[in-house]
């Protein structure tokens, strides 16, 4: 399944399938998807101009690029054509900072592996989920040596996590700040009556706690305040799991 759009190159589309059936041999179910990007896409190409394809993962780097360079060589030798791979994993992939990224995500053709959109969408939200356990259990770890800014600071990580989780995995999409995923937490779920005010109220308010630990070096950070947003960890992530089976 691949994204709408319709490249410059109409090979386009024979070149990332055959590149994509290799990458499905070699990493499974950790390949997510293929973007097929650059002038063969965009416009421009010339007859020996390159394709340009990502990799995103949910595997080491290591064995991305390994599993890019096999494919590439394998995909090129057969369609007797230039195949330029880059690996970059979901989270990198998710980083709109970087300006390849964010022109790929808007420009780019993405081809999904098993299942399409939906299912790399739950997918990082299990690995998502993951990681709000380990940095709660990290929480707890400082709690126990009343380092409580760093409880506050992990706690609401985790607590963060599990909310952008459960949102990829009911479809929608995560916002870019602290903020914005408060404040879509808040249309999503609680505005429409979909869980409690004080879920809502309890996030809103670990965000304030977590600014304060984080970037005020003169705040008292309190057992109280780290135990506040400790309660959100918890509680978001048992949410996470509910949903998530």
């Known amino acids: 399944m691949r994204s709408k759009g319709k490249p410059a190159d109409l090979s386009v589309e ?70 330029e791979p880059i690996a970059l994993s979901l989270c990198e992939y998710k980083d709109n900072s970087r300006y390849l990224v964010a022109r790929c995500k808007k420009n780019g053709l993405t081809f999904y592996f098993n299942g399409g959109e939906t299912e790399a969408k739950r997918n990082e939200a299990v690995d998502m989920l993951m990681l709000a356990e380990e940095f709660l259990e990290v929480s707890k770890l400082l709690l126990r040596f009343k380092m409580y800014r760093g409880v506050v600071d992990e706690a609401y990580n985790a607590a963060e996590l599990a909310v952008k989780a459960l949102m990829l ?49 003169r705040a008292e950070i309190k057992e109280e305040d780290a135990k506040t947003v400790l309660r959100a960890a918890e509680e978001f992530i048992k949410i996470a799991k509910q949903r998530i089976k």
């Open 169 to 217: 995995w009911d479809g929608y999409d995560i916002p870019g700040s602290h903020g914005g995923v408060v404040g879509e937490f808040g249309r999503l779920y609680v505005i429409t009556g979909r869980m409690d005010r004080s879920l809502g109220r309890l996030l809103s308010i670990s965000l304030v706690k977590r600014n304060r630990a984080r970037y005020d070096a």
């Open 14 to 83: 024979k070149v990332v399938k055959r590149f994509m059936k290799e990458v499905k041999r070699i990493l499974g179910n950790k390949a997510v998807a293929v973007v097929a990007f650059g002038s063969r896409v965009w416009g421009g190409y010339k007859n020996k101009s390159d394709y340009d394809l990502i990799v995103i993962h949910r595997t080491s780097q290591r064995e991305a690029e390994e599993a890019a360079a096999e494919a590439s060589l394998i995909a090129s030798a057969e369609l007797r054509v230039g195949i």
